[in-house]
């Protein structure tokens, strides 16, 4: 019988790690952002995040998910998209539109504020 607890718990903790395991996994993903024209700079951070530009294509292992907030923080610093996200979570056509709105939007500086 004591075996068999052992055993019980055993599985229980294995099955509590892979779940807690998962959402860090995710958060090593590769993102990839296609600009619409080439990348005035081989770094650009956005979200806290370091992407490596080389024309038109950066990549980066960002800690957050792929959405349209996340792609109009990277747009506000690198310019419209035509691509956002890991490959297995692009963003699609609207959630993209969305995003490069913000590109065309003007920036107002923090001393504009004052």
Not at 52 to 79: N, Q
Request: proline share 5%; with cysteine; aromatic share 6%.
């Amino acid at each position: 019988m004591k075996t068999l607890s052992v055993v019980k718990s055993v599985a229980v903790a294995a099955v509590l790690s892979a779940a807690f395991a998962a959402p860090a996994f995710a958060r090593g993903e590769v993102f990839t952002a296609r600009l619409q024209a080439p990348a005035g700079s081989e770094r650009v951070i956005a979200q806290s995040t370091v992407w490596s530009c080389l024309g038109d294509s950066c990549v980066a292992r960002p800690d957050h998910a792929s959405s349209v907030r996340a792609c109009r923080a990277f747009v506000r610093e690198a310019g419209p998209v035509t691509a956002y996200g890991p490959d297995n979570a692009r963003l699609n056509e609207q959630e993209l539109a969305a995003c490069n709105e913000s590109a065309r939007a003007p920036r107002t500086s923090d001393h504009a504020r004052n």
